[in-house]
T-cell receptor, first 115, second 110 residues
Framework: DTEVTQTPKHLVMGMTNKKSLKCEQHMGHRAMYWYKQKAKKPPELMFVYSYEKLSINESVPSRFSPECPNSSLLNLHLHALQPEDSALYLC??????????????FGPGTRLTVL | DAKTTQPNSMESNEEEPVHLPCNHSTISGTDYIHWYRQLPSQGPEYVIHGLTSNVNNRMASLAIAEDRKSSTLILHRATLRDAAVYYCILYRYNFNKFYFGSGTKLNVKP
């Protein structure tokens, strides 16, 4: 199984809502990533978890809160978002958090719209 | 920060070779060159990577300049399924970070 799954596929939320994005992989990977992608732009790294510990936070606003309950699961909790946070949110995983070869497997993304 | 520069778009005919260029003049000695592609409505997928030498795999070839300041992704026979955005990425492995280029949108004409 070389798949990264993300739920939901689409999410519409108001600025006062609290919601969560979920990502799952069963490849035994020990590093997991959240990226944000705006239309016609490359993905931008948000967070990296390595061995279930947060190793990189790219100065992301606190209204985004990541969580890694176990090595297969990654969540992104959303609260008090702004319309400019509307984007495709991609999850990825890789075998380890570093090393010379680090193929990342991406999920299909969650399309988030903030009203 | 590591930076790559790619043309915004390129066009190819089906079953012809395609050469996608990338400049990375600020590459450091420990940066790997990765290429990923993103098909419509999907997440990016790995294509190929290399450090100094040219590389081949079943999907593509990667030609790396001797000074490592540029590279070229070669698709030997483009198919309609190869239409995608191709990202040239510098991977700084000691920080576990990908530095994405802006991507080249490849259009393949039948």
């Amino acid at each position: 199984d070389t798949e990264v799954t993300q739920t939901p596929k689409h999410l519409v939320m108001g600025m006062t809502n609290k919601k969560s994005l979920k990502c799952e992989q069963h490849m035994g990977h020990r590093a997991m990533y959240w990226y944000k992608q705006k239309a016609k732009k490359p993905p931008e790294l948000m967070f990296v978890y390595s061995y279930e510990k947060l190793s990189i936070n790219e100065s992301v606003p606190s209204r985004f809160s990541p969580e890694c309950p176990n090595s297969s699961l990654l969540n992104l909790h959303l609260h008090a978002l702004q319309p400019e946070d509307s984007a495709l949110y991609l999850c990825a995983s890789s075998q380890s958090g570093g090393g010379s070869y680090n193929e990342q497997f991406f999920g299909p993304g969650t399309r988030l719209t903030v009203l | 920060d590591a930076k790559t520069t790619q043309p915004n778009s390129m066009e190819s005919n089906e079953e012809e070779p395609v050469h996608l260029p990338c400049n990375h003049s600020t590459i450091s000695g420990t940066d790997y060159i990765h290429w990923y592609r993103q098909l419509p409505s999907q997440g990016p997928e790995y294509v190929i990577h290399g450090l100094t030498s040219n590389v081949n795999n079943r999907m593509a070839s990667l030609a790396i300049a001797e000074d490592r300041k540029s590279s070229t992704l070669i698709l030997h026979r483009a198919t309609l399924r190869d239409a995608a955005v191709y990202y040239c990425i510098l991977y700084r492995y000691n920080f576990n970070k990908f530095y994405f280029g802006s991507g080249t949108k490849l259009n393949v004409k039948p």
